[in-house]
């Protein structure tokens, strides 16, 4: 038997619901900010990572997919979304005339190496928001309401902004050296890929999975205490607008994300949920040094992302009561030739009419036929006989009530209707 790859799945029946619903809710909110929708391929050249998302962080480090095509190129299934979106701003030049910033919104499959667990797969599936071309701290906050708003309307209670600041280069190249600083010393006790952090990329020591938990991580130089008087400004407004605005948020100076590409302001999105604890459901920031890392102009960018499959773990975990429809609207049921023909006619006419129809596909007994009823469940049965159909009528049953009623053809879809 073949099986499916280790970390990746099959999502069907209630599970393929449940992501159909928050696949709704999130266009929807994308909608209300005025964000389009954009699709980029699922892989691209490996370097877009490598010089993008960073070449000493895990994701690239250890995570990527990569592999030669038969033209001997060099390509990586995509293990996030902002590269690719940023890539496509500048193949088009959508920098050269800017009037408006560009808001895009996508969703889709990502690839990370990654040891699976409970929430984390080599296949996933993300959702984000990118805002190119705004350095205003209003662009900051849209993207951190786009993740708050969709949380609540995802009926999520526990959920949290965890923000944090990662000021401009200044302020982190003197972060940088505190940190190289206060770690010297205490090389030996960090793991081995951190003791290579602190040469190439010293942030990254605050984010390692294996020493998170030591004190000497804790007791940190905090970014806070480096910010240049700009970089602190404006900090301090981002907190004050999330509050204007009603945004739950908790500062974490230990924050730092996955990918390198950021400044200023980042968050992630953290719920608390039964039996699972703290787990993060989203993150995102300000990557202002990005376009122009990816040979664009210098044009600065906030954005944000979030995996369904935690949320969706999330929502499960904590109960949440989703409105999903699998309700039939209509089921048909024929048994003889003309029946059969005329079944087809209805389908056709129903379902243009925007009911969701259906019948019986393996030529069951009407006993069977009503045996499948009661599984489906549908609002009206239409039970059709020859007899009646030389009257240009069928049978139409009101499945909750039981009542039965002969209806002429012509009138059904007018009924229905008003009727459903
Ligand atoms: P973590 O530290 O949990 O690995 P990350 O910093 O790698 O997260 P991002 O790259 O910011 O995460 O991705 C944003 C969101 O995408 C995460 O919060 C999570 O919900 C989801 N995500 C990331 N990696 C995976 C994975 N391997 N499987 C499922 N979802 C994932
Ligand atoms: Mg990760």
Redesign the pocket.
């Given at each position: 038997m073949i099986t499916k790859p280790k970390?990746t799945m099959d999502v069907y029946g209630i599970d393929a619901k449940k992501r159909e619903y928050v696949n709704e809710i999130l266009r929807s909110v994308c909608n209300k900010y005025n964000y389009n929708y954009i699709e980029t391929p699922i892989f691209e050249a490996s370097e877009l990572y490598h010089r993008g998302v960073g070449e000493d962080t895990?994701?690239v480090n250890k995570?990527t997919y990569t592999f030669k095509d038969r033209g001997d190129r060099s390509l990586t299934l995509r293990?996030?979304g902002t590269a690719g979106v940023v890539r496509w701003f500048i193949e088009n030049k959508l920098y050269g005339n800017i009037t408006e910033p560009t808001k895009v919104f996508y969703n889709g499959k990502?690839y990370?190496y990654?040891r699976?667990q409970a929430?984390?797969?080599?296949?996933?599936?993300?959702f984000?928001v990118e805002f190119i071309g705004s350095d205003d701290i209003l662009a900051d906050i849209d993207v951190i309401s786009v993740a708050y708003n969709t949380y609540n309307l995802l009926g999520l209670k526990n959920v949290t902004i965890v923000l944090n600041t990662l000021g401009d280069q200044d302020s982190r190249d003197k972060y940088r050296d505190a940190l190289i600083k206060y770690f010297n010393p205490l090389i030996n006790s960090l793991c081995e890929d951190c003791q290579k952090r602190l040469k190439s990329n010293p942030l990254r020591i605050l984010?390692c999975?294996i020493d998170s938990d030591q004190d000497l991580l804790k007791k940190a130089p905090k970014i806070i205490d480096y910010l240049n008087k700009e970089s602190l400004t404006r900090y301090n407004n981002i907190k004050e607008y999330l509050e204007l605005m009603d945004i739950n948020y908790q500062e974490d100076f230990s924050l730092v994300?996955?990918?390198d590409y950021y400044d200023h302001t980042i968050f992630?999105?953290i719920a608390d949920v039964p039996g699972l604890g703290n787990?993060?459901?989203?993150?995102?920031g300000r990557y202002n040094g990005l376009i122009e890392k990816l040979g664009g102009p210098n044009i600065p960018a906030v954005g944000f992302?979030?995996?369904?499959?935690?949320?969706i773990l999330a929502m499960d975990n904590s109960n949440v009561n989703l409105k999903l429809r699998d309700d039939i609207d209509v089921y048909i049921m024929y048994v003889s030739k003309t029946e059969k023909e005329t079944a087809a006619y209805l389908l056709q006419d129903l379902r243009l009419n925007g009911f969701i129809t259906e019948t019986d596909y393996l030529n069951k007994s009407l006993k069977a036929q009503f045996k499948s009823i009661e599984r489906l469940n549908p609002k009206y049965l239409i039970i059709l006989n020859d007899q009646d159909l030389k009257e240009n009528k069928v049978t139409l049953k009101d499945n909750l009530t039981k009542e039965e009623q002969k209806i002429e053809i012509n009138n059904l879809i007018d009924y229905l209707d008003t009727n459903i």
């Open positions: 970390g895990d994701i995570e293990p996030e990502m990370r990654e699976p929430g984390r797969y080599r296949e996933f599936t993300q984000g984010d999975k994300r996955g990918l992630e999105i787990i993060a459901l989203g993150g995102g992302a979030m995996g369904y499959d935690r949320t």
